[in-house]
């Protein structure tokens, strides 16, 4: 299956996003938890985290998308902002 440039640049962004949402992740998991105790703040992280991954998934995922990848990667792009 080849790829149009619109579709390679969303593939592209969404790989960088998932590795960046890995990142997040592992430190609220291992740095967030020695700088602080409060449950909520940490909670916060974990939730913003998996949304970060969920939006970067399905931004790799537009690329599939016959109709109008730029359309949909503009709106899950702003869902990670």
Do not use: E
């Amino acid at each position: 299956m080849s790829l149009t440039t619109d579709a390679t640049i969303w593939l592209k962004l969404g790989a960088i996003s998932g590795a960046l949402a890995v990142a997040m992740g592992a430190f609220g998991a291992h740095s967030l938890k020695n700088r602080t105790q409060d449950p909520y703040m940490i909670k916060t992280w974990d939730t913003a985290a998996q949304y970060h991954m969920a939006h970067s998934v399905a931004l790799c995922l537009v690329t599939l998308s016959p109709r109008h990848p730029s359309i949909a990667g503009y709106f899950f792009s702003a869902g990670i902002l």
